[in-house]
């Protein structure tokens, strides 16, 4: 139960932490993210291959630099299950 709220308050806080335009473009990013990561988490890609087809993602749907922050608040809030069941239902 305590480990439940702490995930989603963690949640609410990378929220928080999103800038305007991240906040904007976060369904491309993970309309992207649903379509690239699930295979490549198959295929075993490396976290550097994650971490860029993230940094990717994002800088294509902002059209500006990529910050740390960025990669982390994206990475903290998409859940890869999700992904993988909605390209079952395709």
């Known amino acids: 139960m305590i480990k439940t709220i702490a995930l989603e308050l ?12 991240l906040r904007k473009a ?3 990013i993970f309309k992207r993210l ?3 990561l699930p295979s490549l988490l198959a295929q075993k890609a490396s976290p550097v291959q994650v ?9 294509n749907a ?3 630099i990529t ?9 903290g809030l ?4 999700k ?3 909605s390209n079952l239902k395709r």
């Open 10 to 21: 963690s949640r609410i806080l990378l929220k928080l932490a999103m800038d305007q335009a």
């Open 26 to 28: 976060l369904p491309e």
């Open 67 to 75: 910050t740390p922050t960025q990669i982390g608040v994206v990475m």
């Open 51 to 59: 971490q860029c087809t993230v940094t990717d993602a994002i800088k």
């Open 83 to 85: 992904a993988a069941l």
């Open 62 to 64: 902002t059209g500006r």
């Open 34 to 36: 649903d379509l690239e």
């Open 78 to 81: 998409y859940d890869p299950i």
